[in-house]
């Protein structure tokens, strides 16, 4: 779940075109189409408790460290830890991930909030952080999608909608049977890979220059 350090470890969630979320918007890359991004009204009914998204699993009590290095020199580090039980947010129980990131002696704290839908794909419904606290259907702010269901090399979407917040857009640019590559753009241009059962193992700040791998 770093941008500015911590916000690139984030993934953005959006809702499939189901009961309560309007009408699909078209898509021409397959794997997403049928889906509404953003959104600020996700439906409860499609949606589950867990998030066993095979390239985004988020299992209560799961942690992961990852060492920060610029230029070959290590620089700070990142945690994150899935909580226990889930929290309410926009009628859906997400599952919240807490990130703290250690970066040149600078230390910051995030926890955004995820969802998944019954089609597989896990949304950005939420989050606290330095930038400020947003909730999905509250204030103006819209979910995004984290990880589709089915990613495809080409696709991209809306990573969340909040106003006063940059404007944040995810692309898929790189693809194996086992790897996912994510461009995102939220101010600062990221580069994260997921590895399929592993999660979130890299994330490349390209405006900054460092890379925080999995330990």
């Not at 939220?186 to 994330?203: D, F, H, I, N, P």
Request: aromatic content about 6%.
């Amino acid at each position: 779940m770093l941008r500015d350090a911590t916000t690139a470890l984030v993934l953005v969630l959006a809702l499939s075109g189901c009961a309560g979320i309007g009408q699909p918007k078209p898509y021409d890359s397959a794997g997403i189409n049928g889906l509404v991004i953003p959104t600020a009204t996700p439906d409860p009914a499609d949606f589950g408790d867990v998030v066993d998204n095979p390239w985004l699993a988020l299992e209560a009590g799961a942690t992961w460290h990852y060492d920060v290095t610029d230029s070959g020199r290590t620089i700070g580090t990142i945690d994150a830890e899935v909580a226990d039980g889930t929290t309410t947010v926009a009628g859906l129980n997400a599952t919240g991930v807490r990130t703290t990131t250690e970066v040149d002696g600078e230390t910051s704290e995030e926890t955004h909030f995820y969802a998944q839908d019954d089609r597989g794909n896990v949304w950005l419904v939420g989050a606290d952080s330095p930038a400020g606290d947003w909730r999905a259907g509250e204030g103006g702010a819209e979910a995004g999608l984290a990880m589709p269901a089915d990613p495809r090399l080409g696709d991209g979407w809306a990573a969340y909608v909040v106003p006063g917040l940059p404007d944040a857009t995810v692309r898929v640019d790189d693809q194996s049977r086992e790897m996912v590559q994510l461009e995102d753009e939220a101010g600062t241009t990221t580069r994260q890979v997921y590895e399929k059962g592993a999660g979130l193992v890299s994330v490349e700040d390209l405006d900054a220059g460092w890379v925080a791998t999995l330990d």
